[in-house]
């Protein structure tokens, strides 16, 4: 009886995405009629609440429901992976048709990956402490060289340090967000270059006393920071996914998803 | 008389020529040599062809073995593999006299002194059970989130004690095999002759003990060398940082196979030197 | 010179009782030696002289005072009394002469330069003027058997005791050892020896004890013990070894 039910049930599941995914995205997906999404481990705040992108919550996990639904998915057709950032780029089959984590585009990434068209802009801002506002430190350029920084090794924040801010000092470098954190917390570095989302949950949420001192806009640099979905090289699945963000864009779906969940980021002082 | 030399000179004659075990000893030889060349030959060729036979040896090619990436970011791995000989330097010395100290608190024998003895033994236990990158952690982060000032809360400075800590309580079990293994006859002659134990530890343990595991530290030492890339994970940009760093820009996995060769350039001659002292010391004591 | 007293030496290891109430009279400038078969308990008795193993019961008197008394620091002791080993125990990581240096220069803190008209003349007077710069692996076992008894003659002992030294060495080298023990005999030096050199203990012993299964079986000057032993198990054991 049970089997029968769950026969029952998989078959209409199947008929009705058979349906709903014909146009695309059909065929193209590691499983028929179900898209498979990575992100990180643990995902962010505010990228996804909780860790828990099945609630839709968060900004990522919202375009990721919106990019799945535009491509003909249904809600209960997109499953969640994991994955850290060396299984993203490594070689060899993928087990998700794409992965977002704030994954920025660049020309050497997209030799080994591709990536869809970018879903958001990041600035890149400074998050500090109190004492080290007090100490002088302000969105003033000149007052942040004499700083001992710090970074995320695996982010574009490495390069971007020695292109804007040019520390005085070799930066120290992580190997993820919290540990960026804790050595803040032991004083063992004074400020940390993050894209703007993380840097506000970070001084925010994380730290007792973390201040973000100000960021700088995407249009500062040479290389802007952009986020894509990561795919496997040569994904037949990347002209749905950029299809589907260039509708959202123009519908302005995308602009206020960005608004619900990130809007924080307006306000933040620029630093000159 | 005149026979047996006749028959000496006939001997030493024949010597010239080689003898028969001679011949079948190089023959045996020969045919052992040609076999094994032909086996790896045949193993070399195996792996040659049949590697990038597989669907997937382009996409690893392109993403491990990248001459491009390599020549790109093989100067900046030589110049932060630097970092990582400094932090070897300055830890090794401390290793080996904090090593040497433990091992002395655990040879105590006088009862007043019997919480020395306890303290190296926990002090081995509990460094010698944790694993190096959580006491790089722990110690890392959490001595100088006490609130030290600068510059004595730098990750270069802790990381290095939480290394020295780790490696010590390994030093130390070395040392003491050695003064374990020096015969108890040697005590009995030092304390004949009433020599302190003080001074016969000093003067005649010690000295032969500590040439004894000269082999079985320098193993420990080459581990060191590689252990010293878990330093990166509270910030310093040694090499194993700075490769992941090229990999993360790049998004290929070149610059770690440029580190793994960096780091063998120095420890296969490492490892080779140990095993030829080893083999010496087996030589002597056989 | 010095004279020592055994009375009734009692030492085991665990449950073996390796001497059961020794008791024994080493006069000033006395020769004695202890023999039997290995495991009688010769070693232990002379270990136990000098303080290397402590005593269970009994006691041991050097010039009448009580030197086995728990607790006593053995330091003081044992310079008073050398021993030589079966096996010569140099500290092989030394020179011989460095060997000979080690223990009066930590022990009686003099430097190298005081020591060394001393030692050379001991290195001299036993034939080694030429090894004193070698190390132990590069001389013979006679030739180490020499630096160890010169080492310990240099800490200026009252009495020597000297165990089975010549045990370890080929019967070619047997003799060297043997003659530095006569010169040390003419001087007068007061010795214990385990050995089983029957002829030497026969020709220059003041007394011979025949220990077996720990206890001293039978005693008394060479001669006697040697050609006419009063006990049965004596008898039997010389049988064997002459």
């Given at each position: 009886m049970k089997l029968m039910t769950s026969t029952a049930l998989v078959f209409a599941l199947m008929s009705s995405s058979a349906f709903a995914a014909s146009h695309c995205a059909a065929g193209k997906t590691?499983?028929?009629?179900v898209l498979t999404v990575a992100t990180g481990n643990p995902a962010y705040f505010p990228w996804v609440m909780d860790d828990a992108p099945e609630s839709k919550q968060g900004f990522e996990a919202a375009v990721a429901y919106a990019v799945a639904n535009r491509m003909g998915f249904n809600d209960d057709q997109v499953t969640w992976v994991r994955s850290s950032f060396d299984q993203a780029i490594q070689p060899g089959a993928k087990d998700f048709d794409f992965n977002l984590q704030q994954f920025s585009i660049t020309e050497e990434r997209e030799e080994i990956v591709d990536f869809s068209a970018p879903y958001y802009s990041a600035a890149m801002a400074v998050l500090t402490r109190k004492p080290v506002v007090d100490g002088g430190a302000s969105s003033d350029v000149e007052t942040l060289k004499g700083l001992i920084w710090g970074a995320d090794a695996n982010t574009t924040a490495v390069p971007m340090l020695n292109d804007l801010i040019q520390p005085d000092k070799a930066p120290l470098l992580y190997g993820d967000n919290a540990d960026v954190v804790e050595a803040m917390k032991a004083n063992q570095i004074d400020a940390a270059l993050f894209d703007l989302p993380t840097a506000l949950y970070l001084g925010a949420v994380v730290l007792d006393d973390g201040v973000v001192l100000g960021q700088f806009p995407?249009?500062?640099?040479?290389?802007?920071?952009q986020f894509g979905f990561l795919m496997e090289e040569g994904n037949p699945l990347k002209e749905c996914v950029d299809a589907a963000l260039a509708d959202l864009k123009a519908d302005g779906t995308l602009a206020a998803i960005e608004a619900e969940w990130l809007q924080e980021t307006t306000g933040v002082p620029v630093i000159e | 008389m005149a026979d047996l030399q006749a028959n000496r000179a006939a001997r030493s004659a024949a010597r010239r020529e080689p003898t028969r075990r001679q011949i079948y000893e190089g023959k045996v030889r020969r045919r052992s040599l040609t076999i094994a060349a032909a086996s790896t030959l045949a193993v070399v060729a195996v792996l040659i062809v049949a590697i990038p036979l597989a669907p997937g040896w382009a996409a690893v090619k392109k993403s491990f073995f990248n001459p491009d990436v390599f020549a790109k970011t093989f100067p900046g791995l030589l110049n932060a593999f630097l970092l990582d000989v400094a932090i070897f330097a300055w830890c090794a010395p401390a290793i080996a006299i904090l090593g040497l100290a433990i091992a002395l608190c655990r040879d105590v024998r006088a009862p007043a002194l019997y919480p020395l003895r306890l303290f190296g033994i926990l002090y081995t236990d509990i460094f010698r059970g944790v694993p190096v990158i959580l006491v790089i952690y722990l110690i890392g982060f959490g001595v100088p989130g006490l609130g030290l000032p600068r510059p004595w809360n730098s990750p270069y400075l802790w990381g290095s004690v939480a290394l020295i800590l780790t490696y010590a309580a390994y030093v130390a079990e070395v040392f003491r095999s050695g003064i374990e293994s020096i015969h108890a006859s040697q005590r009995s002659a030092a304390a004949s002759l009433g020599l302190s134990s003080a001074d016969t530890m000093r003067y005649v343990i010690l000295p032969q003990a500590v040439r004894r595991v000269v082999p079985a530290n320098m193993n420990l030492f080459i581990a060191l060398q590689k252990d010293v890339a878990l330093l990166s994970f509270i910030g310093p940009v040694e090499i194993f940082r700075q490769a992941g760093v090229y990999k993360s820009l790049l998004a290929n996995f070149t610059p770690y196979v440029g580190a793994a060769l960096i780091f063998l350039a120095v420890t296969i001659p490492a490892t080779r030197f140990a095993d030829h002292l080893m083999q010496k010391q087996m030589r002597e004591r056989s | 010179m010095a004279t020592l007293e055994l009375q009734g030496v009692v030492k085991s290891f665990g449950a073996n009782i390796v001497l059961d109430g020794i008791d024994l009279d080493v006069q000033d400038g006395a020769m004695v030696c202890l023999i039997g078969a290995?495991?009688?308990?010769k070693s232990t008795l002379l270990r136990c002289m000098n303080l290397l193993e402590p005593i269970d019961d009994g006691m041991i008197l050097l010039d009448g005072n009580d030197i086995s008394t728990p607790g006593l620091d053995p330091q003081p002791v044992r310079q008073r009394i050398g021993m030589v080993f079966q096996s010569f125990n140099?500290?092989?990581?030394?020179?011989a002469v460095e060997n000979v240096m080690l223990a009066p220069r930590r022990?009686?803190?003099?430097?190298r330069e005081a020591l060394l008209p001393n030692v050379a003349d001991l290195f001299e007077r036993f034939g080694l003027a030429d090894r004193m710069g070698h190390y132990p692996d590069q001389l013979s076992g006679g030739q180490q058997q020499r630096v160890a008894i010169v080492r310990a003659l240099a800490m200026t002992p009252e009495i020597m005791l000297f165990d089975e030294i010549t045990s370890a060495l080929d019967p070619e080298l047997v003799g060297e050892v043997l003659d530095v023990l006569r010169a040390l005999r003419e001087e007068g030096m007061t010795m214990v020896l385990a050995t089983h050199e029957m002829g030497f203990a026969r020709e220059l012993a003041d007394k011979v004890c025949f220990l077996d299964q720990g206890v001293i079986f039978e005693e008394g000057p060479p001669d006697r013990v040697f050609?006419?032993?009063?006990r049965e198990r004596t008898r039997e054991f010389l049988r064997r070894v002459l």
């Open positions: 590691l499983k028929d009629d995407p249009e500062r640099t040479d290389n802007p920071d | - | 290995s495991g009688s308990g140099l500290f092989p990581h030394m020179t022990v009686h803190g003099k430097s050609s006419a032993p009063e």
